[in-house]
Nanobody
């Protein structure tokens, strides 16, 4: 069973930064896609950023040029650097990893952007 464990969420003021990290229990080379979703209060979960193995990062329009996704193959982690945070970035952030047959989710880490 694959485990994805997120960390790094919290409360930050508008304009601030946070770095989320997702640690996988096995090599991230085994996944086709790794990425981050977020779920605002009362809204559905939506893609924030993703990386296809061997491909370029993909971002939601709302976070383009503010968020950066990266993967560390040696540490089996997927990070999300979030800059210039806005109140609308508030939500629970989930790490996702997909293989040919399965989709794995982390338990989520909450992010609140508020003054």
């Amino acid at each position: 069973q694959v485990q994805l464990v997120e960390s790094g969420g919290g409360l930050v003021q508008p304009g601030g930064s946070l770095r989320l990290s997702c640690a996988a229990s096995r090599s991230i080379f085994s996944f086709n896609v790794v990425g981050w979703y977020r779920q605002p209060p009362g809204a559905p979960r939506a893609l924030v950023a993703s990386i296809v193995t061997g491909g370029r990062p993909n971002y939601a329009d709302s976070v383009q040029d503010r968020f950066t996704i990266s993967r560390d193959n040696a540490k089996n982690t997927v990070d999300l650097q979030m800059n210039s945070l806005k109140p609308e970035d508030t939500g629970t952030y989930y790490c996702i990893a997909t293989s040919a047959r399965d989709v794995y989710w982390g338990q989520g880490t909450p992010v609140t952007v508020s003054s």
